[in-house]
């Protein structure tokens, strides 16, 4: 074929002369697709680009923005694309249809998200669907009758491509995306540099490690408890940040974060923990949320993240926020940003520890005991929903004390676990024989929080002693004796103090002091990152809330043990003034008759989301019963008291029913079928029984 034969073929093929089919009908799609789908997701992950950081990726950031952007519009405009080639009207009223769709979805969801139609329940979601109903009709009729309009929807394809080219260009995405960390390091002049284990946990309070005598819970913690006995334990260490991405970077460099938004990476923190043993020690580094080692330093264990993955959670996170008033109890519109395999992180760094050839840092950084509160201390995984019920408003604040006091129980349930792995590494160190010559550095990133109208995670004037303070344990090589100190410190301490230990000076200047030196007078005041879920705000111009250093530690000190006293296999088990029932006998409790209350099983809002899943043991047991009135119930698994409930009023119930919820112990479950009852409790606290509710049947 003649060369201009075929170039006039390819520009009818791909743009026909009457603007039917080919690139025109895709930019239609494309411009109205990127706006409904793209564009909010690259706002959503440009605030949350962290998540992209801790699953490792970066050169599938590009991918994944392009694969946001096209593969929507791709997937809509086949159908019309194909049926154009067989039944080209068809084509011509399904491409109409699809253009109309997009644009009536697109406008629902701008109104909504700007606050423009008020909440009224299921009239909410009817006005929104008139709307969407009413663009869809109306660009529908346009397309058909006015060529200006095409042309217009066409020019709209302009504006998702730039935004696309923004946010990869654009901070913090950049940096991610395309930066690489110097990797310069520091030649140290150590004459026998002992090997270094340091570990991060996260969301870890040490209010919740505290016994009765506010050390380490040795009935509860029996790992940390045996590091604490050959270590020093400061309790007066508070974070300065509530959120991983920021209280990370604090710790590794030694330095107050200057912004929430500045990414955990190498490029951004060039001189950390790293860069200053890099030249003097092997480093087996597993990041989590934080990737500070420089490449080419380190090759941080785990693996990258798959553009696939990506875009499966980029979905799920779409589809999230086009919900414009969500459940009390759902999810933010957010950047999905957890580990649920992190006891699995945890055994794997545990297997990577070497011995010989030169010392060694050996640091993990886990997301545990963080939520998702997924984790038993059999190892084994529970069914109860991703988000504790009782978050709720915009900072995620505890609804009310009995509800605060449920989700800390899941809390310390993962704990427990972390515990154990904890337990388990000590061990295989001291099979080793290292143990004993290691300086080892146990810390968290930051606290939660568990008091009925305070956030969980956001610090309060409240909260702070829970939120704040976290463990800070140092073992030194060789030492054999514990010690408590209540000196003064922060977590930007934390490096300064290991450069002591070692008899080197940072190369570098830091905000932080090592506690074994002098503590400046402002080490009182506590400074605290701003966060969009703290209750506390800075003064007007700064970035940082402050709080009174020794009464927070008063307050830290004067909280109430997170379990009762005493070596109790259930004692994580047990929470709340009615904690002491679980493991009873039923019998031991039930009086008759039986109640005409009538109890339902696992329906309306109490549905877990992971029952089914491969591994997943069915211990939380919810449901509601047929009472306006509010009660306590036990749940009663195969004969013994399982867990309590307050029962409460839900929304998706509606009037007449209250729900309620319990996780029950493990070890109860049958092997086959688990026979569940309901108990009302009545009774004053010295002597409760149970009343036997009516038979439970089956929700939908």
């Known amino acids: 074929m003649d060369p201009r034969r075929r170039l006039t073929h390819l520009r009818t093929r791909w743009w026909p002369a009457n603007g039917d ?21 690259y706002e959503v992950y440009r605030d949350g680009a962290d998540a992209f950081v801790w699953q490792r990726a970066d050169d599938e950031i590009a991918w994944w923005a392009l694969a946001v952007l096209l593969v929507p519009a791709v997937l809509l405009d086949l159908p019309s694309r194909l049926l154009r080639l067989v039944v080209p009207d068809v084509g011509r009223v399904v491409h109409a ?19 423009g139609v008020p909440d009224a329940g299921s009239d909410h979601v009817v006005l929104l669907a008139g709307v969407a109903l009413g663009v869809s009709t109306v660009c529908v009729v346009a397309w058909h009758r006015s060529g200006g309009f095409r042309s217009w929807l066409r020019l709209v394809a302009i504006a998702p491509l730039v935004l696309c080219g923004t946010f990869l260009l654009g901070e913090p995405i950049r940096s991610i995306a395309f930066a690489q960390g110097t990797g310069a390091t520091v030649a140290l002049d150590l004459e026998d540099p002992p090997p270094i284990l340091f570990l991060i946990f996260d969301e870890l309070p040490l209010a919740s490690m505290l016994g009765a005598d506010d050390r380490i819970d040795a009935d509860l913690l029996p790992g940390f408890a045996r590091l604490a006995e050959q270590a020093t334990l400061y309790r007066n260490i508070s974070t300065v940040s509530p959120s991983s991405p920021t209280a990370v970077p604090a710790i590794l460099s030694g330095e107050y974060p200057t912004a929430s938004d500045v990414p955990p990476i190498a490029s951004e923190h060039p001189e950390n923990l790293f860069t200053l043993l890099a ?17 080419d330093r380190c090759d941080s264990e785990g693996e990258s993240v798959s553009v696939p993955h990506l875009l499966r959670e980029a979905a799920d996170t779409w589809l999230t926020g086009f919900v414009p008033d969500p459940p009390e109890e759902q999810e933010a519109y957010k950047a ?15 297997d990577s520890i070497r011995t010989g050839g030169g010392p060694q840092l050996d640091f993990l950084h ?8 997924y984790h038993l201390p059999s190892g084994a995984q529970h069914d109860a929903p991703f988000l504790a019920p009782g978050l709720v408003g915009s900072t995620y604040a505890w609804a009310d004390q009995h509800l605060a006091d449920a989700g800390r129980q ?13 337990g388990r590494l000590i061990d295989a160190m001291e099979d080793a024989g290292t143990w004993d010559e290691t300086l080892v550095i146990v810390t968290a990133d930051h606290g939660a929080a568990f008091s009925a109208g305070e956030p969980i995670r956001g610090v309060s004037a409240e909260n702070a002693s829970q939120v704040m303070w976290v463990p800070l344990m140092v073992k030194q090589p060789g030492q054999r004796a514990d010690a408590v100190d ?26 932080g002091v090592a506690l074994d030196e002098p503590r400046p007078a402002e080490v009182e005041e506590r400074r605290m990152l701003r966060w969009a879920f703290n209750a506390l705000t800075p003064p007007a111009g700064e970035d940082y809330v402050t709080v009174d250093g020794a009464q927070g530690l008063r307050d830290l000190l004067a909280l109430p043990p997170a379990t009762a006293p005493g070596d109790d296999p259930l004692k994580p088990w047990r929470f709340g003034r009615r904690g002491d029932l679980i493991g009873l006998e039923t019998d031991s409790l039930a009086r008759a008759p039986a109640s005409e209350v009538r109890a339902t099983l696992g329906d309306g809002e109490c549905s877990a989301d992971r029952r089914g899943v491969d591994g997943v043991v069915p211990v939380y047991i919810c449901g509601s019963v047929d009472s306006v009135a509010p009660m306590e119930v036990l749940v009663s698994i195969n004969g013994y008291v399982g867990g309590w409930s307050e029962t409460r009023a839900t929304r998706t119930l509606g009037d007449g029913r209250r729900g309620f919820f319990a996780l029950v112990p493990d070890d109860l479950l049958a092997d086959e079928g688990d026979d569940i009852e309901l108990f009302q409790i009545v009774g004053d606290a010295s002597a409760p029984h149970g009343v036997r509710l009516a038979p439970m049947s089956l929700g939908s």
């Open 486 to 511: 209540d000196t003064p410190g922060r977590t930007i301490d934390v490096l300064p103090t290991l450069a002591s230990l070692l008899g080197v000076e940072l190369p570098w200047e830091v905000d």
């Open 21 to 41: 089919g080919g690139v025109p009908w895709f930019a239609e799609v494309l411009g109205v697709s990127g706006l409904l789908v793209a564009q909010p997701l």
């Open 410 to 422: 899941r809390h310390l349930l993962q704990l427990v676990r972390t515990d154990v792995l904890l």
């Open 97 to 115: 249809a699809t253009v109309g769709a997009l644009c009536g979805l697109l406008a629902a969801r701008t109104l909504a998200h700007q606050g």
């Open 336 to 350: 999905p940003q957890s580990q649920p395999r992190a006891p699995s992180v945890f055994e794997d760094f545990t």
């Open 279 to 295: 030249s003097t020690y092997r480093l087996n580094v597993w990041e989590s949320v934080a990737q500070l080692c420089p490449p």
């Open 366 to 373: 886990v997301i545990l005991p963080h939520q998702p509160w």
